[in-house]
């Protein structure tokens, strides 16, 4: 099992900045994708981010330019850190973290998620 804690969030005015911490109950250095999805009020919810473990990104087109993910294995934590925030930004954002078969734990890890909230 692998536990997922995020922190980081809260209210914002558009333009500004958050930074998102996940901090996992194991090392991430086994994790194959850690990653953040968001999910606003009535929508499904979407990848924002994901980072692998050799360091390879990908991004939603929205968010491109924006936010920077970012991976510390000696803490465990994975990082996302928003810049020029907008109000379509709002959601709640979770945590992600996939162990490929036959690693020990395989499977699909979600935190809790944390609010962020941007107001134009």
């Known amino acids: 099992q692998v536990q997922l804690v995020e922190s980081g969030g809260g209210l914002v005015q558009a333009g500004g900045s958050l930074r998102l911490s996940c901090a996992a109950s194991r090392s991430i250095f086994n994790i194959d994708v850690m990653g953040w999805y968001r999910q606003a009020p009535g929508k499904q919810r979407e990848l924002v981010a994901t980072i692998t473990n050799n360091g390879s990104t990908n991004y939603a087109d929205s968010v491109k330019g924006r936010f920077t993910i970012s991976r510390d294995n000696r803490k465990n934590t994975v990082y996302l850190q928003m810049n020029n925030l907008e109000p379509e930004d709002t959601a709640v954002y979770y945590c992600?973290?996939?162990?490929?078969?036959?690693?020990?734990?395989?499977?699909?890890?979600w935190g809790q998620g944390t609010q962020v909230t941007v107001s134009s």
């Open positions: 992600n973290a996939a162990i490929y078969y036959p690693r020990p734990y395989s499977g699909n890890y």
